[in-house]
């Protein structure tokens, strides 16, 4: 069973967070600490740890994560001019909540998709 993170609190609205959608598969909210003018992280609402736990049966949420990035992108005015969806994956990923987010970027260029080293 895996372990609970602050995202499931989130969710349930026990602790605050800006969230701009919620449905019965999945939450979005906006990033505590945002990268660019708009960072909203789309999350499932079920646990998901990683990337590497997933099957089959997340798929309805994995694709309602795709379908609400792009709502809150045409609502934020970004989707025009583009944005980055990112889900990072343990710790080469650079992954830090477990508890499965895709990061929704944008209202900014943001350069090369990978730093350089
Ligand atoms: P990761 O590195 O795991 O892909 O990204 C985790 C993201 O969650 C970071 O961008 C971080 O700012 C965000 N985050 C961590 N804790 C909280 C929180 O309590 N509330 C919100 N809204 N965002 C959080």
């Not at 499931?8 to 959608?21: C, N």
């Not at 049966?57 to 994995?62: G, N, V």
Request: proline share 6%; hydrophobic share 45%.
């Amino acid at each position: 069973m895996a372990e609970e993170t602050i995202f499931s609190k989130i969710i349930r609205r026990e602790i605050p967070a800006d969230i701009v959608y919620q449905d019965e598969l999945v939450t979005a909210f906006s990033d505590i600490s945002p990268q660019a003018p708009t960072h909203v992280l789309i999350i499932p609402n079920v646990l998901i740890p990683t990337i590497n736990d997933v099957t089959a049966e997340h798929e309805p949420a994995l694709g309602r994560m795709i379908t609400v990035a792009s709502q809150i992108a045409a609502e934020r005015g970004i989707a025009d001019d583009g944005y980055r969806l990112i889900i990072n994956c343990n710790q080469h990923g650079g992954q830090e909540v477990f508890h499965i987010h895709m990061h929704l970027v944008g209202g900014k260029p943001l350069g090369r998709m990978l730093a350089q080293q």
